[in-house]
C-alpha cells in the first residue's frame, strides 16, 4: 500500500509501507524518465549519491528493466564523492560500480568518476571542468534561467541530520553560488574530503529525487517537508527546491513516520 500526495508548493512525497513497493516504484520512476529523456535529447544524465541510495536502485538490474532500459544512453555522475580511491570502501563510485553499473550495459566511457590521484580542491575543479565540457557538448543541458547544467535527474538520500550530497548542516558550502562543484577538507562525518555538486547544480535539474528509508531518519523527514515554522534551523534536505523542476521524495513508512498527517488507509 503506497500513499502518496503533492505537497502545496509542488513537491510529491511518496510513502510506501513496505520496501519492496518503494524499489520498484524508484525503479519504474527512473526507466519512465530515462526512457523520456533519450526520447527527447538522445541521452540520459543522472547523477547518483552514495549509501542506501544505489542498493534501493536494485531492481533495475532485473527484468523488465534490465532489458527494456536504453542503457547506451545513459551518462553517470556523481553528485558527491569521496576523495578516496576508486577501490577503497568508502569510494561512492567503488558502491555504485559494484551494486548497479556492473550488472548492466552501461558504455565505460560514459562514467564520469573524479580524479582520485589529486587533492579534494583539485578533484572538484577537475569534475566541474568536464562536466563544464558535457554541457557545451549538450550531452548535459543547460538551464534556462542560469548558466548552471541542467541534469535529468540527481538521486540523492538523506543522513539523520538532513544533510543531501555532501551538503552538511551550518556549512559555509551552503552558501556557495558561483561553483557547480565545491570541495570540502572537515566533513562532519568521515571521511573528512569530498566533492559535491552545489545547490544551484541540484535546483537546476529537471528532476530531483530524495529517497530515505528507517526510523532514524523520520524527525529530518518531518523538518525537511514540513511547515515546521521559523524556529526551526533550515535542513539542507529542506534547501533542495528545484527551481524549474520537479522534487519527488520517497519514503518508507518509519522514515515517514513523523510527518504531520502521514498515514495509511486500508
Known sequence: MALSGANKDGREVRIYEYL????????????????????????????????SLISLMGKLCEAPYSKTVDWAKWYIFWVDERVVAKNHADSNYKLAKDGLLSKVPIVPSHVHSINDTVSAEKAAEDYEFVIRQLVRT???????????????LILLGMGPDGHVASLFPNHSILDEKEEWVTFLTDSPKPPPERITFTLPVINSASNVAIVVTGTSKAEAVHSAIDDVGPDCPTLPAKMVQPTKGKLVWFLDKAAASKLDGAKFSE
Open 138 to 152: 549538450r550531452v548535459i543541458s543547460v538551464s534556462d534561467i542560469s548558466d548552471c547544467p541542467k541534469f535529468d
Open 20 to 51: 519492496d513497493e518503494l524499489n520498484t516504484d524508484l525503479a519504474d520512476y527512473i526507466a519512465e524518465l530515462s526512457e523520456a529523456s533519450v526520447k527527447e535529447r538522445g541521452v540520459f544524465a543522472i547523477a547518483l549519491s552514495g549509501g
